[in-house]
């Protein structure tokens, strides 16, 4: 089995002034460059995630569940799972969805956090709750990360700084960070993805 090895590059410009006036620049920019990196190592794993998934499957829950929320979408993402004999332990959303999730309320104006969102922080149904911006607003991964995949370094991250195009004469460097790795993929059926608007529609009572 052979993978391909994804390169990952993020770059920005510096003055001279900067890399002159500042105590400590060195640390600042490879802090700075690496964050911008790292978002782009994570819009890149949930881009592989999204193309090798599970789609959603209300299953016996189909059209049985009264004012469907997104807490009823994920547990039965979960047990979807979990039929599959499969073991849940993350689930992937937009911090949005977490935001809209948390200030769910029941017919008194309570908050669902105290009752089915217990521990929402934490996670649902014991399973643990990762946001980044990378997910797509109103959809979700829920998956067994132990069976689904696995992330490879190929290369280390490296942060170096250099001239680039013109920076001489403009009184600049640039900076730039590379890494180069692979998310291996092993089995799509150990990550369920799905929309949580068609989802509810799919668990709602006729």
């Given at each position: 089995v052979?993978f391909?090895?994804d390169?990952?590059?993020h770059?920005?410009?510096l003055s001279?002034?900067f890399?002159?006036?500042?105590?400590?620049?060195?640390?600042?920019?490879?802090?700075q460059?690496?964050?911008?990196l790292?978002?782009?190592?994570?819009?890149?794993?949930?881009?592989d995630?999204?193309?090798?998934?599970?789609?959603f499957?209300?299953g016996?829950?189909?059209?049985?569940?009264?004012?469907?929320n997104?807490?009823?979408?994920l547990m039965v993402?979960?047990?979807?799972?979990?039929?599959?004999?499969?073991?849940?332990d993350?689930?992937l959303?937009?911090?949005?969805?977490?935001v809209?999730?948390s200030?769910?309320k029941?017919?008194t104006?309570t908050?669902?956090?105290?009752t089915?969102?217990t521990?929402?922080v934490e996670n649902?149904q014991?399973?643990r709750i990762t946001?980044?911006?990378?997910?797509?607003?109103?959809?979700?991964?829920?998956?067994?990360?132990?069976?689904?995949?696995?992330?490879?370094?190929r290369e280390?991250?490296?942060v170096?700084?250099?001239f680039d195009g013109?920076?001489?004469s403009?009184?600049k460097?640039?900076?730039i960070?590379v890494?180069r790795?692979?998310?291996?993929?092993?089995d799509?059926?150990a990550?369920?993805t799905?929309?949580?608007s068609?989802?509810?529609a799919?668990?709602?009572t006729?």
């Amino acid at each position: 089995v052979s993978f391909s090895i994804d390169k990952l590059a993020h770059r920005f410009s510096l003055s001279e002034e900067f890399l002159g006036d500042l105590p400590g620049a060195s640390q600042f920019i490879t802090s700075q460059i690496q964050g911008g990196l790292i978002e782009k190592m994570n819009a890149n794993i949930i881009t592989d995630v999204k193309a090798n998934d599970t789609d959603f499957a209300a299953g016996s829950f189909a059209l049985a569940i009264e004012s469907a929320n997104e807490f009823d979408v994920l547990m039965v993402a979960i047990n979807q799972l979990r039929l599959g004999n499969y073991n849940p332990d993350t689930i992937l959303l937009n911090p949005d969805d977490f935001v809209k999730m948390s200030l769910l309320k029941d017919t008194t104006n309570t908050y669902l956090r105290g009752t089915t969102g217990t521990n929402l922080v934490e996670n649902v149904q014991g399973v643990r709750i990762t946001q980044s911006p990378a997910v797509t607003s109103g959809t979700y991964h829920v998956m067994d990360t132990s069976s689904y995949a696995r992330y490879y370094n190929r290369e280390s991250l490296t942060v170096q700084v250099g001239f680039d195009g013109n920076d001489f004469s403009s009184g600049k460097r640039t900076a730039i960070a590379v890494h180069r790795g692979t998310l291996a993929i092993f089995d799509v059926k150990a990550c369920v993805t799905g929309t949580f608007s068609n989802n509810k529609a799919a668990l709602e009572t006729a």
